[in-house]
């Protein structure tokens, strides 16, 4: 199975900042990663497809980037409505596998 | 506007079997895959297993024999079955509808199962 090894597990930002979140693949999986947010008691929300493409109604200081097997979510100037959990998601190949979560809090 | 709603028991007994219906509006079922996924406290999001569009099934391994995806166009509905269920499995469950080439574009509410006896 392809692992996803996210990084950091929590991300303590303040208002206004830039933050990049990273998730690390085994093996090769193109351009096939998604990044998810999550807020408490919510399901998930697609946030960006293809690696880089952003999903609709996604704001723009939202985006994603590769490089080589990393593959990162930044967000620029971070609001409160940004504070949730994020996953990335592998979908080349079976099974599909999820990063373990970054939980972005105010510092 | 695209929109899916799971219905499941809430509580199960060890041992015993999990049904879970997910009802989609907006779309049709022959069009697009249908996922399954889990989010449970010892593990996170676990992809479980999609429908096709045309009606053939994948599953992850993981789940081995204990899953079953189905369908009824005609309602408009997804099914998840799995047995065996262990205290493990406690957790919400959730359909997606693909997008963009790819899976999870949208989601259902989630249901919560707790197994326990």
């Known amino acids: 199975d392809i692992q996803m090894t996210q990084s950091p597990s929590s991300l303590p930002a303040s208002l206004g900042d830039r933050v990049t979140i990273t998730c690390r693949a085994s093996?090769?999986?193109?351009?096939?990663l998604r990044w998810f947010q999550q807020k408490p008691g919510k399901s998930p929300r697609l946030m960006i497809y293809?690696?880089?493409n952003l999903a609709a109604g996604v704001p723009s200081r939202f985006s994603g980037s590769r490089s080589g097997s990393d593959y990162s979510l930044t967000i620029n100037s971070l609001e409160s409505e940004d504070m949730a959990i994020y996953y990335c998601?592998?979908?080349?190949?079976?099974?599909?596998?999820f990063g373990s979560g970054t939980k972005l809090e105010i510092k | 506007q695209v929109q899916l709603k799971e219905t499941g028991p809430g509580l199960v007994q060890p041992t015993q079997t999990l049904s879970i219906t997910c009802t989609v509006s907006?779309?049709?079922?022959?069009?697009?895959?249908m996922q399954w996924v889990r989010q449970t406290p010892g593990k996170g999001l676990e992809w479980m297993g999609f429908?096709?569009?045309?009606?053939?099934?994948e599953y992850n391994s993981e789940f081995k024999s204990r899953l079953s995806i189905s369908r009824d166009t005609s309602k408009n509905q997804v099914f998840l079955k799995m047995n065996s269920l262990k205290t493990e499995d406690t957790g919400v469950y959730y359909c997606?509808?693909?997008?963009?080439?790819?899976?999870?574009?949208?989601w259902g509410q989630g249901t919560l199962v707790t197994v326990s006896s």
């Open positions: 997606a509808r693909d997008r963009y080439g790819g899976p999870f574009a949208y």
């Open positions: 907006g779309f049709s079922l022959t069009s697009y895959y």
């Open positions: 429908i096709r569009s045309g009606g053939s099934t």
């Open positions: 093996q090769d999986i193109g351009n096939y």
């Open positions: 293809g690696a880089t």
């Open positions: 998601l592998q979908h080349n190949e079976y099974p599909l596998t």
